[in-house]
């Protein structure tokens, strides 16, 4: 079955530029998370979106912005990188909710920032 | 959401059940428990969710307590590769309404030969 793909797999950046991560959810979700986590940390919520709009919003920095495009994928746009961002940045899917049916997310493998 | 309260590590041996347990004494009516694991650095792994009635699927199974205050992951047979961190974690069901998932410290599997 199809998973969530996440781009790029590998970043390596220096202080104070910009990074880009995109994310593919499954064929036909229609949400998407984003979460970060820390070296020897939890997963910690970022931001969602649910069809194309902002839905939730956890510990974000400003300097990070994102966005669902109109085919459902969304990037995760990190401006004026700091030390501290270095991270693995997780995506994760849920389909469309019908029914009353749970919204189990389903998480891609994950990109990993490092910032020198 | 309601907090969950794990054990920071446990050991299984290999072919052995592991039984992992969680607290959420302050689980509401309409809160599922939900269980992901996370092997080294990969994306969390879905692996079964409840509401109130225990739940089997090919991964493992879900006992919660009848007072729900409590539940149990059992992996019936643990081998090298359930090595992980498993994560208990309880949320409503959004429906339509998205929400986040909270993640604690869970608990450390460590699955010896």
């Known amino acids: 079955a199809a998973g969530v793909i996440q781009s790029p797999r590998h970043l390596i950046k220096e202080k104070r530029e910009t990074a880009t991560l995109k994310c593919y959810p499954i064929?036909?979700?229609?949400?998407v998370y984003w979460y970060q986590q820390g070296p020897g940390q939890d997963p910690q919520f970022l931001i969602s979106f649910y069809e194309k709009m902002q839905s939730d919003k956890g510990s974000i920095p400003d300097r990070f912005s994102a966005q669902q495009f109109s085919d459902y994928h969304s990037e995760l746009n990190m401006s004026s990188l700091e030390l501290g961002d270095s991270a693995l940045y997780f995506c994760?899917?849920?389909?469309?909710?019908?029914?009353?049916?749970?919204?189990?997310?389903?998480f891609g493998p994950g990109t990993r920032l490092t910032v020198l | 959401d309601a907090k969950t309260t794990q054990p920071p590590s446990m050991d299984c041996a290999e072919g052995r059940a592991a039984n992992l347990p969680c607290n959420h004494s302050t689980i509401s009516g309409n809160e599922y428990v939900y269980w992901y694991r996370q092997i080294h650095s990969q994306g969390p792994q879905y692996i079964i969710h409840g509401l109130k009635n225990n739940e089997t699927n090919e991964m493992a199974s879900l006992i919660i307590t009848e007072d729900r205050k409590s539940s149990t992951l059992i992996l019936p047979h643990a081998t090298l590769r359930d090595t992980a961190v498993y994560y208990c974690?309880?949320?409503?069901?959004?429906?339509?309404?998205?929400?986040?998932?909270?993640f604690g410290k869970g608990t450390k599997l460590s699955v010896k030969p």
């Open positions: 064929p036909r979700h229609d949400t």
């Open positions: 994760a899917s849920t389909p469309p909710q019908r029914g009353g049916s749970t919204d189990t997310q389903y």
């Open positions: 974690i309880v949320r409503r069901n959004y429906g339509g309404s998205q929400g986040n998932l909270i």
